[in-house]
């Protein structure tokens, strides 16, 4: 019998992790045999963990929350879009022995924004909502699409003006502000990447920031609408989106890096939307 090779997700917490799932039906529908297990790994543990995780023959790791900083750190070389990030969710182990680190979670979200939801980022104004990991992930390949401008507001607001200016070298309008400096802008994009739906909250938002027809996005997801999402129904989102296309996308990515293969990403996001379906409906 062939032993299939071994993939993981680390985190912690990690046991609602869907990525499990999402790489199975990636396997399955691109005919790879892979083994994919989510493994709760604490930051303490995260070194140890992922030399003997290596050691015993995986071939490929994804690292989430809280140990994205630790897995660019581990790589032996990175992606420029990993680099730029600070931060790696995918590590892949090369052929001469060495650990590539690389980051997904930025072409996931443009990816699932322009091919999914048909948004286009060009030409458009973009408000990032907070300046954390998260939202350094993103800032690289939004820019790439070439929006007019690019606010970034945090609740600490030297920690939006500090993010801003490592991304003005080339010439890019970004700034950066605080909640409170929004009032009288508008935007055609609003992105959460604050962590602060994961704890039920909302991020102090002026009324009127978003345009006629423009859209919002939450990085996180949840079985229920998050309060970001319901912000964007109730200030009159033509989309209010949460970041489960952006999952799966940025799964998609990793996956094409370990295999060489791209899968289909629509069916999963179709399967995985229907599996949480019948809650989010209940409760728009
Ligand atoms: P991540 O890797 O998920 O981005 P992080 O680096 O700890 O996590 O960053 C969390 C971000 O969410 C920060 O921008 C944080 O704001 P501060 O820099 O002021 O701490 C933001 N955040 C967390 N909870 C929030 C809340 N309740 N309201 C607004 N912003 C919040």
Request: some cysteine; charged content about 15%.
């Amino acid at each position: 019998m062939s032993r299939k090779d071994r993939y993981a997700v680390f985190g912690n917490p990690i046991q609602h992790s869907k990525s499990p799932r999402i790489h199975a039906l990636f396997a399955r529908q691109t005919g790879q045999a892979i083994d994919y297990q989510a493994q709760q790994v604490s930051a303490e543990c995260f070194t140890a963990a992922v030399g003997q995780f290596f050691a015993e023959g995986g071939l490929g790791l994804n690292c989430t929350v809280p140990l994205k900083e630790l897995a660019w750190q581990y790589a032996t070389h990175k992606s420029q879009r990993a680099e730029q990030a600070k931060a790696v969710n995918t590590l892949a182990l090369q052929a001469d022995g060495t650990v590539l680190g690389d980051n997904t979670d930025g072409c996931g979200l443009v990816s699932d924004l322009t091919g999914n939801h048909g948004v286009a980022l060009a030409g458009i104004n973009i408000l990032v909502l907070g300046a954390g990991g998260a939202a350094r992930g993103i800032i690289t390949p939004l820019l790439e699409q070439n929006p007019t401008t690019i606010v970034i507001a945090n609740r600490t607001t030297d920690k939006a003006v500090a993010l801003a200016e490592q991304f003005q070298s080339g010439g890019s309008s970004i700034t950066g502000c605080g909640f409170g400096d929004l009032h009288g802008q508008q935007f055609g994009l609003i992105l959460n990447a604050t962590s602060a739906s994961l704890s039920g909250q909302l991020p102090p938002l002026p009324l009127s920031i978003l345009t006629e027809q423009g859209c919002c996005y939450d990085l996180a997801y949840s079985n229920t609408p998050t309060p970001f999402v319901r912000w964007g129904w109730a200030n009159g989102a033509a989309k209010s989106l949460d970041g489960l296309g952006m999952l799966v996308e940025q799964a998609a990515e990793a996956f094409f890096i370990w295999r060489g293969v791209r899968p289909d990403s629509r069916p999963v996001i179709e399967a995985l939307t229907a599996e949480r379906c019948g809650t989010y409906r209940l409760t728009q």
